[in-house]
Nanobody
Framework: QVQLVESGGGLVQAGGSLRLSCAAS????????MGWFRQAPRKEREYIAG????????YYRDSVKGRFTISRDNAKNTVYLQMNSLKPEDTAVYSC??????????????????WGQGTQVTVSS
């Protein structure tokens, strides 16, 4: 089993930046597609970014494209989400997830196998 632990959330003013990290257990991290999701109050969970095992392919939801960057360091078993130009509507619980296959990169949540507990991001105006 894979354990995922997010960190880096917090309170930031609109226009600011945060960098989220997700540390994974296990010895096959480089084979996983990794993704970031968020769920805001009164909204469904959204798939916002994904990255292939090698880091060569990425996916971004339109609402974060150009502002958020997903990356990974396989030597450290860690995936990152750099969030710039944050807006109040970015306020949500952010979770990372891992997929043993490859479908989740483009298709999102139903394809991911392992999930972290999430970290709160609050953007004030």
């Amino acid at each position: 089993q894979v354990q995922l632990v997010e960190s880096g959330g917090g309170l930031v003013q609109a226009g600011g930046s945060l960098r989220l990290s997700c540390a994974a257990s296990g010895r096959t991290f480089s084979s996983y597609v990794m993704g970031w999701f968020r769920q805001a109050p009164r909204k469904e969970r959204e798939y916002i970014a994904g990255i292939s095992g090698s880091g060569g392919s990425t996916y971004y939801r339109d609402s974060v494209k150009g502002r958020f960057t997903i990356s990974r360091d396989n030597a450290k078993n860690t995936v990152y989400l750099q969030m710039n130009s944050l807006k109040p509507e970015d306020t949500a619980v952010y979770s990372c997830a891992a997929e043993r296959g490859t479908q989740g990169l483009q298709l999102g949540g139903p394809w991911y196998d392992y999930w972290g507990q999430g970290t709160q991001v609050t953007v004030s105006s």
